[in-house]
């Protein structure tokens, strides 16, 4: 089904069930992963499923504490309806409690480790590309179930960092971050419009491109938190039913029964400097597998 745009931003539909796994004849390509090149994964730990070479395996812990979610109409020209907070042309406050992001996206050869350790039934594009680069092609509940080993498997390893460990023990979950979380954790506090800052650098993250790069190959000394491709390279999966401002964090937890779309954040490899901005939002069917779509995780209470 070709995409629909709903204010301003592209959403893609194809029909599904927000929490109904996509049944074994939907999981296109049943064809064994194909041979690894691992020769430019330079700095991830083969040891360790493939996650960052630093201490916390590329997780950075992102401080608790109020930020200004969506957009001030009057400082961003650009901004797109569905970044308006009601009764007003500013952005609105949320708290959220300390959580830990990924640095990077989530990477083929992470994505292959998961698929090689549990036989999980794979799109073929979604392992295609060389091992550095976002994983594309897979659908919010792939997403998932990419999340769900990668925490039974970190609750277990002798490889996860303390930190992680005593997070998990307290009742932290690994997934998807939600929208609110992404958005904090890709413009800080200060309310900037792009991660960087408030104008556009095509130095600083892959977009106006024509394909996916190696997670990080762009350096962002400005970037709140040191966290990269924030913006460009793929979209990114959140665990947020897309609905209209005001944001209420229960939805992230009450609403994923129902038939609905998902936020992803972020802009793509291809998009324009509009669209990579830290506030925009875009929304998914949780069943789309597409060549721009990807994730990155998540350790936070949900």
């Known amino acids: 089904m070709a995409p629909k745009l709903v204010l301003g931003v592209a959403m893609i539909s194809v029909g599904m069930s927000a929490c109904g796994w996509p049944p074994a004849e939907s999981r296109?390509?049943?064809?064994?992963?194909?041979?690894?090149?691992?020769?430019?994964?330079?700095?991830?730990?083969e040891d360790a499923w493939f996650l960052p070479d630093d201490e916390l395996l590329g997780f950075?812990?992102?401080?608790?504490?109020?930020?200004?979610?969506?957009?001030d109409s009057g400082v961003d020209v650009l901004a797109y309806d569905n970044e308006l907070w009601p009764g007003s042309q500013g952005p609105g406050t949320v708290d959220v409690d300390a959580f830990y992001l990924g640095r990077y996206?989530?990477?083929?050869?992470?994505?292959?480790a998961f698929v090689e350790a549990?036989?999980?039934?794979?799109?073929?594009?979604?392992?295609?590309?060389?091992?550095?680069?976002?994983?594309?092609?897979?659908?919010?509940?792939?997403?998932?179930?990419?999340?769900?080993?990668?925490e039974t498997t970190l609750r277990v390893g002798p490889q996860t960092p303390a930190p992680l460990s005593k997070a998990l023990r307290d009742g932290f979950r690994l997934g998807l971050p939600s929208e609110a979380e992404w958005?904090?954790?890709?413009r800080g506090k200060d309310g900037r419009i792009y991660p960087w800052g408030n104008d556009p650098q095509p130095d600083r993250a892959n977009y106006l491109g024509t394909g996916t790069m190696p997670v990080g190959s762009f350096?962002?000394?400005?970037?709140p938190f040191g966290?990269?491709?924030?913006?460009?390279?793929?979209?990114?999966?959140?665990?947020?039913?897309?609905?209209?401002?005001?944001?209420?964090?229960?939805?992230?937890r009450d609403h994923?029964?129902?038939?609905?779309?998902?936020?992803?954040?972020?802009?793509?490899?291809?998009?324009?400097?509009?669209?990579?901005?830290?506030?925009?939002?875009?929304?998914?069917?949780?069943?789309?597998?597409?060549?721009?779509?990807?994730?990155?995780?998540?350790?936070?209470?949900?």
């Open 28 to 45: 296109a390509g049943h064809n064994p992963p194909p041979k690894a090149d691992d020769s430019e994964l330079i700095g991830f730990r």
């Open 60 to 71: 950075v812990e992102i401080p608790a504490g109020p930020f200004s979610m969506g957009t």
């Open 105 to 112: 996206e989530v990477t083929v050869a992470q994505y292959r």
């Open 118 to 150: 549990t036989g999980y039934e794979v799109d073929a594009r979604a392992l295609e590309a060389p091992s550095a680069h976002p994983v594309t092609s897979v659908s919010w509940p792939d997403a998932l179930a990419y999340c769900r080993w990668l």
């Open 183 to 186: 958005e904090k954790a890709a």
């Open 219 to 223: 350096e962002c000394p400005s970037c």
């Open 227 to 252: 966290l990269l491709d924030m913006s460009g390279n793929v979209w990114e999966l959140t665990r947020s039913p897309y609905e209209p401002y005001p944001y209420e964090p229960a939805d992230d």
């Open 256 to 302: 994923l029964g129902e038939d609905a779309l998902f936020v992803m954040r972020g802009g793509h490899f291809g998009d324009p400097a509009r669209n990579v901005r830290a506030a925009v939002r875009g929304g998914v069917d949780p069943g789309a597998r597409r060549p721009f779509i990807g994730f990155r995780v998540a350790v936070s209470r949900f």
